[in-house]
């Protein structure tokens, strides 16, 4: 970390609807964010130009949570084609030949291959709904990433109630964890509901944390950044 560069280990999710208001709410942050991720909802809104922009101009790096999952030769292709774009992180599905393929894809660039297990907002009657096996959904969850890593990610996305039994994982050594799910104290849950503090995510294993809503919506979201950042730098 240099003066100039903030933090990197908090990446602000620029859940805004199109590209002009996500360089503008990245313009509003300045130098106190380093680290953006830019998810599906704004592919059709410039995402990828987006990504580009604040990439090239303005030396940020870029998570771009794709989530995909599909064949192996059709995400290979797509992994192969973003992977000319010059970004960090790249999210797929945690199946064993998502991921193989995605590695494939992203062979001869530096972008990482993070694996999602289980979404977040899923419930073990989701689950039951989507035929997956049984289980305790926070057992399913170790049970994917462990796949996953040994398929090859570079990390995976989890709750914070989830990183430190991913974390323990010997396929985890050496990997990321990211995550979600992160509300700093006396913050708006929003709709998440496995919550923690930004400190006590990076204390559970987790290499970045990924915080939205209460940046990107607060009055002063510069401010918001940098109490987090504050926060981190005393974790
Ligand atoms: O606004 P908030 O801080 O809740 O944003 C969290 C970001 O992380 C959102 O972009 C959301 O889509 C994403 N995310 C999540 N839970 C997951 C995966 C991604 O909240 N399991």
Redesign the pocket.
């Known amino acids: 970390m240099t003066q100039m560069q903030a933090d990197d280990r908090l990446i602000v999710?620029l859940?805004v609807p199109n590209a002009l208001q996500g360089l503008a709410t990245a313009q509003t942050l300045g130098e106190a964010v380093s680290f953006y991720?830019i998810?599906l909802g704004m592919l059709t809104g410039g995402g990828l130009a987006l990504a580009n922009e604040l990439k090239r101009e303005h030396g940020k790096r870029i998570f771009l949570?794709m989530k995909l999952f599909d064949i192996s030769n059709t995400v290979e292709a797509a992994v192969r084609g973003l992977a000319q774009f010059d970004l960090d992180l790249l999210t797929v599905h945690g199946d064993p030949h998502v991921v193989r393929a995605a590695r494939e894809g992203a062979a001869g660039s530096d972008m990482k291959i993070l694996a999602?297990t289980i979404?977040?907002s899923l419930d073990r009657g989701d689950l039951d709904a989507g035929l997956m096996k049984p289980g305790e959904v926070a057992d399913l969850v170790v049970e994917r990433a462990a796949r996953a890593l040994e398929a090859g990610a570079d990390g995976v996305?989890a709750?914070p109630q989830e990183a430190a039994a991913i974390r323990a994982l010997p396929q985890a050594e050496d990997r990321l964890i990211v995550t979600?799910?992160?509300r700093p104290a006396g913050a708006d849950k929003?709709d998440?509901k496995r919550i923690a503090t930004p400190a006590a995510a990076i204390g559970a294993g987790a290499d970045h944390i990924?915080?939205?809503?209460?940046v990107v919506q607060a009055a002063d979201p510069r401010a918001a950044a940098q109490a987090i950042l504050a926060e981190l730098a005393g974790a």
Request: proline share 10%.
């Open positions: 999710a859940d991720k998810g949570d999602v979404l977040t996305i709750s979600p799910g992160v929003g998440q990924v915080v939205g809503r209460p």
